[in-house]
């Protein structure tokens, strides 16, 4: 059983946030968490246990979601908690005539359509996708292109510092 | 507060070493453990500060904004705290569990920083009756790893020490009145934080006190008094605890050790946040890296 929460710290965002958590926005964005870590995380091999993921937002500028999965993909690691892979993820937007990706606060609330995309970079199975806005079906495989290379490029810099930290603690072990 | 389960015998071993003056960790009765502190960490804020004492990890942020003055007080700004307790310090704070702690704590701090000569209101002031600046102080706790009270006290003041408000200019055109806020950002007005009050939290263990307790400590006790002191050693706010009871004269010493205690902290604290402002863009930042 995967149990997740997703809170704001009140200073986060420009204009102050009267509640951390419970409001309906972070209780959507809650549940998202559960979903994409449940497909992610080996739950069978921890039967009759609950794995909790809290995280919280201590900034905000955009990217509220992809920062929480990447940033909690790396604590399950850091736990030692088995996942079938890395979980990245992207943001990325149509504006003008160019796909762009991660978008920031400015941009999302520019009216602009949001695509945000979580993927498993090694197989690139996509564990969740979700759109805001208008978006014409010709740009779709665009940006959702633009937004899974995103997120492989996360993954590049994910594993990389995984991989020194584990080589620092392992180095630091033997003597 | 994160409870730490401990077995009779251990309690007697803290109680026996607090009254030859040495605690668990070797520290004296009055010694505080180590404390890192870091302002200006998040660009979003007015001023943010984080404070780190052994395992206890509190973030404070100001935000100003304009707003009315209360009716009461209408020459004054205000001032106002919000404490949340993040699950990442346990698990028992998910979703509601850790309304109590975070009320308990911002009570405190509001009634510490209520003494009007140790926090000027009236500075924040712009039109009295119609406009000032409201600085919210909301108060994060990340870890608890005992003296969550002191930590919390000395975040918020230098939070506050870091806090840079635009400066306003008033207009007053044929009735109607016109705030012009600066985008400079060096066109500021500093916060006086110089007679802000810290919290210092004396526990009574066995027949002596100690300051700055950690978890087991906080166990073993059976009645805190958290005081907020500033550095000319007033008392702005006593407050006692827990299930004992103490006796006036043992009220008395606690007290003075408070004092004794405060005074020293909040030098400490000031003379820290100057070094550090003197150093300026030297400085490397640490963040949350560490």
């Keep these: 059983l995967v149990n997740c929460q997703y809170s704001m710290a009140t200073f986060s965002t420009s204009e102050r946030k009267r509640r951390p958590r419970g409001d309906r926005k972070?209780?959507?964005?809650?549940?998202?968490?559960?979903?994409t870590f449940n497909a992610a995380i080996l739950t069978s091999l921890h039967p009759r246990s609950q794995i909790d993921i809290f995280v919280e937002v201590l900034q905000s500028d955009g990217g509220n979601y992809c920062a929480s999965v990447n940033a909690a993909t790396l604590a399950v690691i850091d736990a030692g908690i088995p996942m079938k892979d890395y979980v990245c993820a992207c943001s990325a937007s149509y504006l003008g005539d160019s796909p762009i990706v991660d978008i920031n606060y400015l941009e999302e609330s520019s009216g602009s359509p949001e695509i945000t995309v979580a993927v498993l970079p090694k197989s690139?199975?996509?564990?969740?996708?979700?759109m805001n806005g208008r978006l014409h079906e010709d740009n779709l495989s665009k940006v959702v292109d633009m937004a899974v290379k995103g997120c492989k490029d996360v993954y590049g810099v994910l594993d990389r510092t995984v991989r020194e930290h584990v080589s620092q603690v392992g180095s630091s072990l033997e003597t | 507060m994160a409870e730490v389960d401990l077995s009779d015998a251990e309690k007697i071993f803290i109680k026996h070493g607090v009254q030859d003056n040495c605690r668990e960790d070797g520290r004296g009765c009055e010694d505080y453990r180590h404390i890192e502190l870091e302002t200006g960490l998040l660009?979003?804020?007015?001023?943010?500060?984080?404070?780190?004492?052994?395992?206890?990890?509190?973030?404070?942020?100001?935000k100003a904004e304009l707003g009315?003055?209360?009716?009461?007080?209408?020459?004054?700004?205000?001032?106002?705290?919000?404490?949340?307790?993040?699950?990442?310090?346990?698990?028992?704070?998910?979703?509601?569990?850790?309304?109590?702690?975070?009320?308990?704590?911002?009570n405190i701090l509001t009634r510490t920083y209520d003494c009007p000569s140790c926090f000027d209101l009236e500075a924040l002031c712009i039109i009295p009756e119609e406009q000032c600046w409201i600085l919210y102080v909301d108060v994060l706790l990340l870890e608890c790893g005992g003296n969550l009270f002191d930590v919390a006290s000395i975040a918020v003041k230098a939070a506050l020490y870091n806090t840079k408000i635009?400066?306003?200019?008033?207009?007053?055109?044929?009735?109607?009145?016109?705030?012009?806020?600066?985008?400079?950002?060096?066109?500021?007005?500093?916060v006086e934080v110089q007679s802000a009050p810290c919290i210092v939290t004396v526990c009574k263990i066995g027949h002596s006190h100690v300051v700055d307790a950690s978890l087991k400590e906080e166990a073993c006790c059976l009645a805190r008094l958290t005081m907020g002191v500033t550095e000319r050693r007033t008392v702005t706010g006593v407050r006692k605890e827990g299930s004992g009871s103490?006796?006036?004269?043992?009220?008395?010493?606690?007290?003075?050790?408070?004092k004794r205690v405060g005074e020293l902290l909040n030098k400490s604290l000031m003379d820290s946040l100057l070094e550090e402002e003197r150093q300026g863009s030297k400085k490397k930042p640490v963040g949350f890296l560490k």
Excluded: W
């Design chain 1, 26 to 35: 972070s209780q959507e964005m809650t549940m998202h968490l559960q979903q």
């Design chain 1, 124 to 130: 690139e199975q996509i564990v969740f996708l979700e």
């Design chain 2, 43 to 62: 660009s979003n804020t007015t001023g943010s500060a984080r404070v780190r004492l052994a395992n206890t990890d509190i973030l404070a942020g100001v």
């Design chain 2, 68 to 106: 009315t003055p209360s009716p009461d007080k209408p020459n004054k700004g205000r001032l106002e705290f919000f404490v949340d307790c993040s699950a990442n310090a346990t698990p028992v704070f998910e979703g509601r569990g850790g309304e109590e702690l975070a009320a308990e704590i911002g």
């Design chain 2, 166 to 190: 635009p400066k306003v200019t008033v207009s007053r055109d044929e009735g109607l009145v016109e705030l012009e806020i600066s985008d400079d950002p060096y066109d500021v007005q500093r």
């Design chain 2, 246 to 258: 103490l006796d006036p004269a043992s009220l008395e010493d606690m007290m003075q050790t408070g």
